[in-house]
């Protein structure tokens, strides 16, 4: 088993920031890679970010730029900066246990954590 439990999120102006935190417990050497994901109100689940145990990092294209996703293997810990926010990154967001197929392509893992709420103002 794997729990996570994400925090960081909040209420936030335009033009803000914010870091999302992910913390792992459990059997988490078997996780190689984390990932980021994000629902908006009526939408879908959306990949964000992910980052592999090495480091390698991939992003969407609607945040590249803007976010940043890192990990602290120690602390069994990932995190999402979130940068010069737009009303439209309004959703919960979730951390996610998963792994890289062999075209470098995140796969979603089973453990997801309970999501924190990220909403921007205009």
């Known amino acids: 088993q794997v729990q996570l439990v994400e925090s960081g999120g909040g209420l936030v102006q335009a033009g803000g920031s914010l870091r999302l935190s992910c913390a792992a417990s459990?059997?988490?050497?078997?996780?190689?890679?984390w990932g980021w994901f994000r629902q908006a109100p009526g939408r879908e689940r959306e990949f964000v970010a992910a980052?592999?145990?090495?480091?390698?990092?991939n992003y969407a294209g609607s945040v590249k730029g803007r976010f940043t996703i890192s990990r602290d293997n120690a602390k069994n810990t990932v995190y999402l900066q979130i940068d010069s926010l737009k009303p439209e990154d309004t959703a919960v967001y979730y951390c996610?246990?998963?792994?890289?197929?062999?075209?470098?392509?995140?796969?979603?893992?089973?453990?997801w954590g309970q999501g924190t709420q990220v909403t921007v103002s205009s």
């Open positions: 980052i592999r145990w090495s480091g390698g990092t």
């Open positions: 459990g059997r988490t050497f078997n996780s190689d890679a």
């Open positions: 996610n246990a998963g792994r890289y197929d062999t075209i470098g392509s995140y796969i979603a893992g089973h453990y």
